[in-house]
């Protein structure tokens, strides 16, 4: 079947459209009939006839990791579910997608919505649950209408409700708009949200979601492209879809780059066949004229910096090669062995007109003020941060305010109930060991106003 795409959004050679292959093509729209005419629900009609463990083994063998961050194995988190609970089930869809640089499940909702509807409804099968909420962030209010719509087209189908498909399984999806706050991308501060409750995230353990998660009963909860590849992945089977993509790191998923290249956009590709090199110069066409590349932010604002003219030592099976920046594959396993990770997806790139400074304080900026403020640590450390690295930007900086930067971010690092300790201090922590040169360049040692107050000095020391 010939799929034709809007000029300029036909896929790259090197892309394998699967959840977005419906994503900018001529003639589609969100209807719940256009969706039928391409296959679509069969493969929910195909999942009730099944077992329900049959479902979970085969996500379970395509080996599929989640896309919103963490890339946890999402038929293993199915398995957390106590195999004794008597509580009701409940599944979750995180379409929160606050991560900056991260802007693919928007583009889905907004596009594609029943394949999201379809995937949800095979998962809450699978795992027992009867009740789904679609968690969408506020900044969404179109996609929010889009997916109200089609839940109710696909109600009046039986593709939702009571009964399903006359399958005698019963399945509700309710959207709960959030207001907007970063901390409702982490998944206890998103059920403390939808209980509404301030969005203060749980302490794991005991409130592991799949044990104790929504009205502390076991809950689900998964990225808006994680429940998309479930409906694939029945279509293809476990072990086909685990052909796709390297060892265990299986499938496609969607690359959001933002920032300076001549073409920015998302970019769908088998996970671990896109080195940087093919990504940044085959598909997004190199860097702007008269530019070259500095560094660059694999997996959303929250992911450790690496400079572009870096080599790392990686373990490939039973040996280790040396591997130049643009020849690292875009994998979990790869960036991490890197010292970054490939999180959401949103891949930010800097050239050298870019100052670290600027950069640096733009995302110390975001993060103090997304702080929940839950710990002490994060809710005063991060904005000691931003405090800092505002005297950078000022040229009001000595060169120990660098040292204090580090020190404030080691001193959040691990000691928060949630990762969002680690997304605010991991950023300075790497543009500190990787650019502290630069930032030293920027501040003097006659800066006697820069020189922290004997008292702020101490509360620093303290957090």
Known sequence: ?????????????????????????????????????????????????????????????????????????????WGFIPPNNTKPVYLICNCDESEPGTFKDRYIVHQDPHQLIEGMVISCFAVGAHTAYIYI???????????????????????VGKDVLGSGFDCEIYVHRGAGAYICGEETGLIESLEGKRPYPRIKPPYFPAAMGLYLAPTI?????????????????????????????????????????????????????????????????????????????????????????ESFKIRQGDSEVNLDFMDLPLDFDTLAAAG????????IVLDDSRKMSWVLNNINHFYAHESCGQCTPCREGSTWMRKLSDRIVEGKASPTDIDTLESVAYQIDGKTVCAFGEASSWPVEAIVAKFKDELVSETSTNNDDAILTPEEASATKYL
């Not at 395509?62 to 946890?72: D, E, I, K, N």
């Not at 476990?238 to 299986?250: I, Q």
Request: charged share 30%; with cysteine; proline share 3%.
């Open 340 to 347: 970054s990770m490939a999180g959401s997806g949103g891949v």
């Open 221 to 309: 909860v998964n990225n808006v492209e994680s429940l998309c590849h479930v409906v694939h992945i029945l279509r293809m089977g476990g072990e086909e879809y685990a052909k796709l993509g390297v060892a265990r790191n299986t499938g496609t998923r969607i690359l959001c780059v933002s920032g300076d290249v001549k073409k920015p956009g998302y970019f769908e590709v088998e996970v671990g066949k896109v080195t940087f090199r093919e990504l940044l110069f085959d598909m997004c066409g190199g860097p702007k004229e008269g530019r070259e590349f500095k560094a660059v932010i694999p997996g959303g604002s929250s992911s450790k910096i690496l400079r572009c003219d």
């Open 1 to 77: 079947m010939s799929v034709t795409y809007k000029a300029g959004k036909e896929p790259h050679e090197k892309e394998y459209r699967l959840i977005f292959k419906n994503v900018d093509r001529e003639g589609w729209d969100t209807s719940l009939d256009t969706y039928e005419n391409e296959g679509g629900y069969e493969m929910l009609n195909k999942a009730l006839k099944m077992e329900t463990q049959s479902i979970t083994n085969e996500v379970k063998a395509s080996g599929l990791r989640g896309r919103g961050g963490a890339g946890f194995p999402t038929g293993v988190k």
């Open 137 to 159: 962030r506020e900044e969404f209010p179109e996609a929010a209408t889009i997916v109200e719509k089609a839940i109710a087209e696909a109600r009046a189908k039986n593709y």
